[in-house]
């Protein structure tokens, strides 16, 4: 591809909102237009601009983005992103602008409306129940350690994100972004249109200004994903990098918080705030000498200034324009310097053998989960799960039914051969043989592919579809880093790209994404579209 070519496309591309026919409906639903913001694509440093200079307060801040999450959430394009608000948020923010008056910032989030994926614990007034009636009402002893991180770092818990129902590992024929207790997330892009999940609402939420940015979790895809297919960035961090104590599990060997921002740096600052090591996840231990106090220190817009960078094109099946627009992004790739090299090898092949160890896991870890909580809780262990959502079917079971679980439940401890083998089967091909063995063959300081997208058409009867090729899995099996950066729209749809690569290597990541970000300024907001002509 020439540069003319790179530039048409990036052109037709970027345009594709405004060049989309509108109906009547449609004209003037726009995020600048009937859903004005005056804190729209605010950064975390323009928000603490304006607290240092007395323009806002967190108690301010805090307010505004209530009022829009009234508006647009709640009301308005009824986005049901937002599971709920909390209730204490603006006495939290008070009391931190009398800290800020008295003793200045804590850091860079002192005072920043956050949101959680609601599988994250919280010890206050909000509840924890993975989009489930079964845990509603259930109280939780303690804060996730990753929220101990935030409120140490005085951020402001604004409330908890819908998801798809158990992080998406109920029934076989889910629509990502449905739970029972929440309803159906809508893409803002168009709001027939999926957003992809599990972490759903969360990346809806930043996508279109509900907050600063917001906490997902990830076991494969899950964070990677809708963060693409909303517009935003996201960091699928190494496993440990992150504590995942006090959220609710899927597997002990891939599941990862991680942030979901609008922009690279901001996604950087929320993750210096979450990364620690927590004696209570022992998978922690390991990042205690690689984990960084602050990893804006390596976001460089001249990163990819000879940069090795593989493209795994074995993941490159959409659509011709999907295709374009990927190429037109390997292009900047190259105008950004970097040296771009295909691979022909098939990294995809640790996922053989994830299915058996996921089922294994999440029966194992959620029964310890839901053990530790106390007397209210309605639910103990997988069985009663199971049992409720069978009690509870018009409610639990409308769409969609728990073929998961039930095949969960079947399976044994984790001492059993078949677990053990799979396990090391997934190790293996996805890191020894897998992202290890490229990145050392070529010399490559990153490979990169598609997040997926553009976004399908949400179907509640027979579920989610396959929007394309995404490379989510390689890094989430190996339990290594992956970042998404939108790489572009389709028809008004949003496009990412991902940098992944060896454990632990986030600031290389960081650096290569940002230099793309800053050099193709892809993100567009979000314009509330009923659907895409």
């Known amino acids: 591809m020439n540069r003319r070519d790179f530039l048409q496309l990036t052109a037709l591309t970027g345009a594709q909102v405004a060049a989309a026919p509108l109906s009547a409906a449609e004209s003037g639903n726009s995020s600048k237009g009937s859903f004005p913001f005056e804190l729209e694509e605010a950064s975390i440093a323009s928000l603490q601009v304006a607290m240092k200079s007395g323009r806002e307060t967190a108690v301010s801040i805090t307010k505004k983005y209530l009022r829009r999450i009234e508006e647009i959430d709640k009301a308005g394009p009824s986005l049901r992103s937002v599971i709920e608000v909390n209730p204490d948020a603006l006495s939290i923010a008070r009391e931190l602008d009398n800290e800020r008056k008295a003793k200045g910032p804590r850091g860079a989030l002192h005072g920043i409306p956050v949101l959680l994926k609601d599988n994250i614990d919280t010890h206050d007034r909000i509840m924890t129940t993975a989009g489930s009636f079964a845990l509603v009402g259930t109280v939780r ?86 963060s693409a297919l909303c517009g935003v960035v996201g960091i699928k961090p190494t496993v440990g990098l992150i504590s995942r104590s006090g959220i609710i599990p899927i597997s002990r060997s891939q599941d990862t918080a991680g942030p979901i921002a609008r922009s690279v740096r901001d996604a950087a600052v929320l993750l210096s705030a979450l990364a620690g090591v927590d004696p209570n996840d022992d998978a922690t231990a390991g990042s205690d000498k690689t984990s960084r106090r602050d990893y804006t220190e390596f976001l460089d817009p001249k ?91 018009d409610r639990e079971m409308p769409f969609f039914q728990q073929e998961t679980f039930l095949k969960a439940q079947a399976k044994g401890p984790l001492t059993e051969p078949a677990y053990l083998e799979a396990l090391a089967r997934c190790r293996r091909l996805s890191r020894d043989e897998g992202i290890d063995a490229v990145i050392g063959k070529y010399r490559l300081d990153a490979i990169i592919g598609p997040a997926g997208g553009p976004a399908g058409l949400t179907d509640l009867i027979y579920g989610d579809r396959d929007s394309g090729g995404s490379c989510c899995s390689p890094a989430a099996v190996a339990g290594y880093p992956n970042i998404t950066v939108p790489a572009g729209l389709i028809h008004g749809l949003p496009v990412g790209i ?35 002509a």
């Open 141 to 226: 002893t303690q804060d996730a350690f990753l929220v101990k991180r935030l409120r140490d770092a005085g951020a402001v818990i604004l409330g908890k994100t819908n998801l798809s129902e158990w992080a998406n590992f109920r029934g076989e024929h889910s629509s990502s972004g449905w739970s029972a207790r929440g309803g159906q997330t809508k893409n803002p892009y168009a709001l027939d249109r999926n957003p992809s999940g599990s972490s759903s609402g969360s990346a809806v939420a930043v996508a279109a200004n509900l907050c600063a940015v917001a906490v997902g979790t990830e076991t494969d895809g899950s964070i990677i994903s809708p």
């Open 303 to 393: 990163g990819l200034s000879g940069a090795r960078v593989g493209v795994a094109r074995r993941f490159f099946r959409s659509s011709a324009i999907s295709a374009k627009l990927t190429d037109a992004a390997i292009y900047q790739l190259q105008v950004l310097g970097a040296e771009v090299i295909d691979l022909p090898e098939d990294i995809n092949r640790g996922n053989v053998g994830e299915w058996e160890v996921l089922q294994y896991e999440f029966k194992d870890g959620i029964n310890a989960y839901l053990a530790k909580l106390g007397p209210d809780a309605p639910v103990k262990s997988l069985q009663d799960l199971i049992e409720f959502n069978e009690r509870n079917r």
């Open 498 to 532: 991902c940098f992944f690569g060896r454990a632990y290597s986030e600031p290389t990541l960081l650096k290569l994404a940002f230099a793309f970000e800053q050099g193709s300024s892809a993100r567009r907001p979000p314009r509330f579209y009923p659907t895409i």
